[in-house]
């Protein structure tokens, strides 16, 4: 096999990988962001590092795992070199009530439904800004990207019995915060 084929099927298992696994990427990062702009621009930059990295991969099985490890990252970076400037508190990461709409089946639903919703998700996304960095990352990746406790604890680098305890304080801090509402 020539180095040129071997970088071929080197950039096509890639771009597989990308095509799966990137929908997935963009949500958590756009759940736990609430900005469209830095979510793409956080997945994107995701991506760029692990091209970089793809050498040292080790296997389909946990490309997930590893690009929600290096999307925390870049998050985590994003947020500290955040704080830093000045201006943070004028940039808004909150999403408009008519995107969260696209989220919500819809159709069938009377405009008061439609309406009730949007203000229902708008309450519980300002519940999770309110959790801290561990909980609001182990919230998103349980309720937004379904992910198992034992995936979510690979991905986190925590033990599972910590992603149980962070995961049951965030429940409990959202739950009061909607007035203890399902």
Not at 2 to 10: K, S
Not at 88 to 112: C, F, H, I, M, Y
Not at 138 to 166: D, M
């Amino acid at each position: 096999m020539t180095m040129a084929t071997a970088q071929e099927i080197a950039a096509e298992e890639f771009s597989a990988v990308v095509t799966r696994h990137r929908p997935q990427i963009f949500r958590f990062l756009l759940a736990s962001t609430r900005d469209v702009d830095l979510a793409e621009t956080l997945t994107q930059d995701c991506f760029l590092k692990a091209h970089r990295h793809w050498g040292s991969f080790r296997g389909e099985s946990s490309a997930m795992t590893w690009l929600i490890r290096i999307a925390i990252n870049l998050q985590k970076d994003h947020w500290r070199n955040r704080r830093m400037q000045f201006w943070r508190k004028t940039q808004t990461n909150a999403v408009e009530l008519d995107e969260a709409s696209d989220w919500l089946p819809s159709g069938e639903r009377s405009v008061e439904q439609q309406l009730l919703a949007r203000e229902r998700v708008a309450q519980v996304g300002k519940a999770v800004e309110g959790l801290s960095e561990r909980q609001r990352t182990v919230f998103l990746l349980r309720y937004v990207e379904e992910q198992e406790l034992s995936e979510i604890a690979r991905a986190t680098g925590l033990n599972e019995g910590t992603v149980k305890a962070h995961l049951s304080r965030a429940l409990a801090r959202v739950r009061a915060e909607l007035g203890g509402k399902r």
